[in-house]
């Protein structure tokens, strides 16, 4: 129930709810980068977008995980599905060399990233009611 008093004056705890944010993105930037990691050396590839079945099976498998984190974070729910998909950024840096592409995988990882957040966020929303 919505403001319900608990004892004492606290409120109730969910499972995100007392946790700091900061170790949050990192867990999730952790679980991301070790499935893009997982991605790129099954489909022997440097960087995940260019693994042959990307856009059928990884990208929307990710989406899906994100979705799973999002019921988790909750209220943030979104960050679940923008961490994930950043976390391909690091796999490729530490299997490729930083060139002039850079900007524009950055930029692309952001486009890649809203529909990953619509769909952690929404899942944090119904987790959330």
Same mark, same amino acid.
């Given at each position: 129930?919505?403001?319900?008093?608990?004892?004492?004056?606290?409120?109730?705890?969910?499972?995100?709810?007392?946790?700091?944010?900061?170790?949050?993105?990192?867990?999730?930037?952790?679980?991301?980068?070790?499935?893009?990691?997982?991605?790129?050396?099954?489909?022997?590839?440097?960087?995940?977008?260019?693994?042959?079945?990307?856009?059928?099976?990884?990208?929307?498998?990710?989406?899906?995980?994100?979705?799973?984190?999002?019921?988790?974070?909750?209220?943030?729910?979104?960050?679940?599905?923008?961490?994930?998909?950043?976390?391909? +950024?690091? @796999?490729?840096? =530490?299997?490729?060399?930083?060139?002039?592409? /850079? %900007?524009?995988? !950055?930029? #692309? +990882?952001? @486009?890649?990233? =809203?529909?990953?957040?619509?769909?952690?966020? /929404? %899942?944090?929303? !119904?987790? #959330?009611?």
């Amino acid at each position: 129930m919505r403001g319900a008093r608990h004892p004492a004056g606290t409120r109730r705890q969910g499972p995100t709810r007392g946790m700091a944010l900061l170790p949050t993105v990192l867990a999730l930037l952790c679980a991301g980068s070790l499935y893009w990691a997982v991605v790129c050396r099954l489909a022997a590839v440097n960087e995940p977008w260019d693994a042959p079945a990307y856009w059928h099976a990884w990208y929307p498998l990710s989406i899906a995980l994100a979705a799973g984190a999002g019921l988790l974070v909750r209220k943030r729910g979104w960050m679940a599905g923008v961490a994930i998909t950043a976390s391909q +950024l690091p @796999v490729m840096l =530490v299997n490729s060399e930083i060139g002039p592409l /850079l %900007a524009v995988g !950055v930029l #692309f +990882l952001c @486009v890649l990233a =809203v529909p990953a957040a619509a769909a952690s966020w /929404l %899942a944090g929303i !119904v987790r #959330f009611r």
